[in-house]
């Protein structure tokens, strides 16, 4: 599309507001993914712990080499599942960086669902099998705050007010480069028009 570029004949107030609303997205993005990198594995090896802890009797059956291996076993998992969300996130987190708006703007949906609480703590589904194999029980990482409180406020609060903002901006960037696009696609109605109001 040719007015699809960021920047190209958009209002300049909108495309300031717009370049400053993605730059909130992107800040809010990273400190939520330096939580998971950090954070989440920790938050998931320690319900395991619990979940363990929880059921004695088959803790006892296991000789100390064989819950050594267990534990690094579900440790490497844990820190598994959280490279890949970070991974996930970093990529969706990179979208933004695309001057066309009208692409970008059919995206931001499906980042949205993906940068919430409910993504996240599925993280845990590839603990779980591993546990239950020993009998142990499932565990869930319950909300945002097994993080930190940090994270939670970020996830909860902050990161959902600034995409908010940058979507409805980029909604709206989009509709306009749209309507632009449209009519330099249909320039002879205009130049017919003109013509018949001199005549």
């Known amino acids: 599309m040719k007015g699809a570029g960021m920047g190209v004949s958009l209002d300049p107030g909108l495309l300031r507001d717009l370049i400053e609303a993605k730059a909130a997205v992107a800040r809010h993005g990273i400190v939520l993914i330096r939580s998971i990198e950090n954070d989440l594995a920790p938050a998931i090896v320690s319900e395991a712990r619990d979940s363990m802890a ?13 819950l050594d291996k267990y534990l690094q076993r579900l440790r490497k998992t844990a820190m598994k599942a959280s490279d890949e969300l970070a991974d996930l996130y970093k990529r ?8 066309n708006i009208i ?8 980042i949205g669902q993906l940068y919430s609480w409910e993504r996240i703590s599925r993280s845990v589904e590839e603990v779980n099998p591993i546990l239950t194999e020993r ?3 499932r565990i869930d990482l319950g909300d945002p705050t097994i993080l930190s409180e940090e994270f939670a406020i970020e996830l909860q609060q902050k990161w959902p007010v600034a995409f908010g903002r940058f979507s409805k901006l980029a909604k709206e960037a989009s509709d306009e480069l749209q309507r632009e696009d449209e009519a330099a696609e249909s320039p002879s109605k205009t130049k017919t028009k003109k013509a018949s109001k001199r005549g």
Do not use: H, I, V, Y
């Open 135 to 137: 009998g142990f029980g």
């Open 103 to 110: 692409e970008l703007q059919k995206d931001l949906e499906g």
């Open 54 to 66: 929880a059921s004695p009797r088959k803790l006892s059956q296991m000789t100390e080499g064989e």
């Open 92 to 99: 969706l987190l990179s979208r933004l960086g695309t001057d």
